[in-house]
Nanobody
Framework: QVQLVESGGGLVQAGGSLRLSCAAS????????LGWFRQAPGKEREFVGA????????RYADSVKGRFTISRDNAKNTVYLQMNSLKPEDTAVYYC???????????????????WGQGTQVTVSS
């Protein structure tokens, strides 16, 4: 089992920045990649990006490329989602999740991720 705890959400104006954190505990040795997803009201859960647990590969959705960056702190078993140039359409609940499928490249399918955090709300005002 892997436990994930997200933090760092909040309210920010358009053009601003936020950094989300996802702290992993438990059987972290089983993690292949850690992904970020988001879900806005009335919409399906959407892939944002992911990082291999080794830290040597990332993947991003086209909608966030160049604005969002995922990084990892090995010592803290924590993955970060740095979000810059935020837009109102980035408003959603953000989740981190564990991929153990070892798919290459990192998968963007929510169904492939089997441990999920509780989510953190990000609201971008115009």
């Amino acid at each position: 089992q892997v436990q994930l705890v997200e933090s760092g959400g909040g309210l920010v104006q358009a053009g601003g920045s936020l950094r989300l954190s996802c702290a992993a505990s438990g059987r972290t040795s089983s993690i292949y990649a850690l992904g970020w997803f988001r879900q806005a009201p009335g919409k399906e859960r959407e892939f944002v990006g992911a990082i291999k647990w080794s830290g040597d590969s990332t993947r991003y959705a086209d909608s966030v490329k160049g604005r969002f960056t995922i990084s990892r702190d090995n010592a803290k078993n924590t993955v970060y989602l740095q979000m810059n140039s935020l837009k109102p359409e980035d408003t959603a609940v953000y989740y981190c999740a564990v991929d153990r499928t070892r798919t290459v490249p990192i998968t963007s399918r929510p169904a492939a991720y089997d441990y999920w955090g509780q989510g953190t709300q990000v609201t971008v005002s115009s």
